[in-house]
């Protein structure tokens, strides 16, 4: 599976009590090559784990990978924060938006059902998603771990 991965989804697959731990762990199982994610996501999930070491462990052992420049994506960083100020999004949230522009065929792995189904890629497209069954998909029916997942 190609993936971008988001803050929680690195936290719930380093913390064995964090409610989607199982849930992150199998999604990681079925990658194939390290997902896209930034630095600011990196420097998120350090802060919540309380360790630079374990982050810096999940990219070197090729869970993930950086891959946004953000001084070569400033100007459209400034644009997306701009549009989406209202919402207070982090530098992490702007960062992956980019990076779902940047590379459409990826879904965002987030537990943030709540920002990430009201921000646009591209101005108006839904950026793809994946996400745990209990994160709160209103729209779609509780299912399996294994139904949620696909390459």
């Given at each position: 599976m190609k993936g971008i991965a988001d803050t929680g989804f690195l936290v719930a697959f380093a913390n064995r009590q964090d409610r989607y731990h199982d849930w992150a762990v199998e999604v990681a199982r079925q990658t194939y090559e390290p997902l896209l994610t930034c630095d600011?996501?990196?420097?998120?999930?350090?802060?919540?784990?309380?360790?630079?070491?374990?982050?810096?462990?999940?990219?070197?052992?090729?869970?993930?990978?950086?891959?946004?420049d953000v001084a070569e994506q400033l100007p459209r960083l400034i644009q997306l924060a701009e549009r989406f100020?209202?919402?207070?999004?982090?530098?992490?949230?702007?960062?992956?938006?980019?990076?779902?522009?940047?590379?459409?065929?990826?879904?965002v792995?987030?537990?943030?059902?709540?920002?990430?189904?009201i921000y646009r890629r591209n101005k108006r497209e839904p950026i793809p998603l994946l996400c745990p069954p209990a994160a709160g998909l209103a729209a779609a029916p509780l299912r399996r771990v294994s139904d949620t997942i696909s390459a």
């Open positions: 600011s996501v990196l420097a998120e999930a350090a802060f919540h784990l309380h360790s630079t070491s374990l982050v810096l462990a999940l990219v070197r052992d090729g869970l993930v990978r950086p891959a946004l100020a209202d919402r207070k999004p982090d530098l992490a949230d702007i960062c992956l938006i980019r990076l779902s522009e940047l590379h459409p065929n990826h879904r792995i987030t537990v943030d059902v709540a920002d990430f189904r």
